[in-house]
């Protein structure tokens, strides 16, 4: 069956970086775009970025010029890195994509930007 699993999350001071891996299973992982969301305690999920099946990439305004979404179709794993972080993007960070319409999310992995 499909399966996300994020990681990478953690604790982190202002101005740090992390790495966000999604590896993915049970579906062609190449034929897909993927995304990652985000959702802050008390607020709606919202989108951070996307990769099409290529290498074409959208991002939030929130994060632009900050987080780097990018793919290994060899290892089914969706990237995101994640640089100058500020107290703002503490959230739990999701993988997701949509299959034939159906959404699928992984359990998610926290991001707490915090000195």
């Known amino acids: 069956q499909v399966q996300l699993v994020e990681s990478g999350g953690g604790l982190v001071e202002p101005g740090g970086s992390l790495r966000l891996s999604c590896a993915a299973s049970g579906f062609i992982f190449s034929m897909y775009s993927m995304m990652w969301y985000r959702q802050a305690p008390g607020k709606q999920r919202e989108f951070v970025a996307n990769?099409?099946?290529?290498?074409?990439?959208n991002y939030a305004d929130s994060v632009k010029g900050r987080f780097t979404i990018s793919r290994d179709n060899a290892k089914n794993t969706v990237y995101l890195q994640m640089k100058s972080l500020k107290p703002e993007d503490t959230a739990n960070y999701y993988c997701?994509?949509?299959?034939?319409?159906?959404?699928?999310w992984g359990q998610g992995t926290q991001v707490t930007v915090s000195s």
């Open positions: 997701h994509f949509k299959k034939i319409g159906v959404p699928y």
């Open positions: 990769i099409s099946r290529g290498t074409s990439t």
